[in-house]
């Protein structure tokens, strides 16, 4: 895949996790906790580790979509995409092994569904993929 590709991707990412972040945020702020959707119910316990994370996302995206310059020759930054890139790759691989052993995943007392790690599985994926493909990248 093309890096111009990965970076089109990656600002699609930032458009649906800001989207995330907005209608969290509102739900929260009219009092719409706690909800079921998809089979999980959440609670308002859940809103700020979700805003967090999507914090952390939208900034890794953004930094892939419109920051970063390639070839990459700082030493810094090709060491702190490996560190991300191992990251995503254990935390894809995790919830691979979640979904091969059928494990169950409960978090604040709400069951996680299959569904949720497979969706897991393709974005720490994509993100581990693009971190090493930048990282690693010669022109």
Not at 25 to 38: D, E
Not at 61 to 90: C, D, Q
């Amino acid at each position: 895949m093309k890096h111009h590709a990965l970076r089109e991707a990656s600002k699609v990412g930032v458009g649906l996790v800001a989207a995330d972040l907005i209608s969290t945020l509102l739900l929260a702020g009219t009092g719409f906790f706690p909800f079921t959707i998809f089979g999980i119910t959440w609670e308002s316990a859940v809103v700020w580790p979700v805003v967090v994370l999507d914090l952390i996302l939208i900034a890794i995206l953004s930094h892939y979509a419109w920051n970063m310059r390639l070839p990459i020759e700082s030493p810094r930054e090709k060491t702190l995409l490996l560190a991300v890139g191992t990251v995503f790759l254990i935390v894809a691989f995790l919830h691979l092994v979640r979904v091969a052993f059928g494990w169950d995943l409960i978090v604040a007392n709400t069951g996680i569904p299959e569904w949720v790690s497979w969706l897991g599985v393709l974005i720490a994926g994509y993100l581990s993929y693009a971190s090493f493909h930048f990282a690693l990248h010669k022109h």
